[in-house]
């Protein structure tokens, strides 16, 4: 073998589906990536505080390496009533873990949290430009029931008023219990 040569190990490495504390929101951030989120990290939170929202983070050695929001009620009644539908949001897992099966981790536990809580719909979007997220989601047993314009805004983290636009399939499934 030469200096030259690559080495490769097996890593195990333990991950717990949790709700997010308040030390994980500038984590969240991944040193700098989602900055512009963050006081919509600080928002959800107080949110999850008040029991309106979860936000799921799977914790890899104490750093949130993805994270799944849920918003329990909503002014949309199609997507999330506060009893019999919720809808999921923003997942998302860094780079370096995906194709490991945490997106579906995320997923599967919070349908699970859901069902224990009387929920029995999850409604979820995939962006349309987005197939791998929407296979990804039919491979979980979610169907498009909907579209929608996926147009809304957010305030960054320098006050500057931001606007996305992201037409997205709107899925649904029915929960089953664990
Ligand atoms: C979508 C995402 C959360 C999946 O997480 P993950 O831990 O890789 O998911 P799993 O390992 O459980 O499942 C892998 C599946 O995710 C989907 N996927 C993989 N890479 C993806 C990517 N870059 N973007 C979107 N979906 C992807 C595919 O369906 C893949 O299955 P495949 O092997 O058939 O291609 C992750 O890819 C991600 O963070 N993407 C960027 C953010 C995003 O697109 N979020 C969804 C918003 S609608």
Redesign the pocket.
Do not use: D, P, Q
């Given at each position: 073998m030469t200096a030259l040569d690559n080495q490769a190990i097996t890593l195990e490495i333990n991950l717990t589906i949790r709700l997010a504390s308040q030390t994980d929101l500038p984590k969240l951030e991944w040193y700098g990536r989602y900055k512009h989120f963050r006081r919509l990290f600080r928002r959800t939170f107080s949110e999850q505080l008040r029991g309106r929202r979860w936000m799921l983070v799977?914790d890899c050695n104490g750093f949130p390496i993805?994270q799944?929001f849920v918003q329990l009620n909503s002014g949309e009644q199609h997507l999330a009533d506060g009893s019999r539908r919720a809808y999921f949001?923003?997942?998302?897992?860094?780079?370096m873990?995906?194709?490991?099966?945490?997106?579906?981790?995320?997923?599967t536990e919070a349908e699970a949290m859901l069902h224990e809580g009387g929920f029995r719909w999850a409604t979820?979007?995939?962006?349309k430009e987005?197939?791998?997220?929407?296979?990804?989601?039919e491979?979980l047993g979610y169907r498009v029931f909907a579209e929608d314009p996926g147009k809304w805004s957010y305030v960054d983290h320098t006050g500057t008023l931001q606007h996305v636009h992201e037409p997205?399939w709107i899925m649904e499934k029915k929960l089953q219990p664990r």
């Open positions: 799977a993805g799944l949001y923003a997942l998302r897992v860094m780079e873990f995906r194709g490991m099966g945490v997106g579906t981790h995320l997923i979820i979007a995939a962006a987005n197939a791998g997220a929407r296979r990804l989601y491979r997205c």
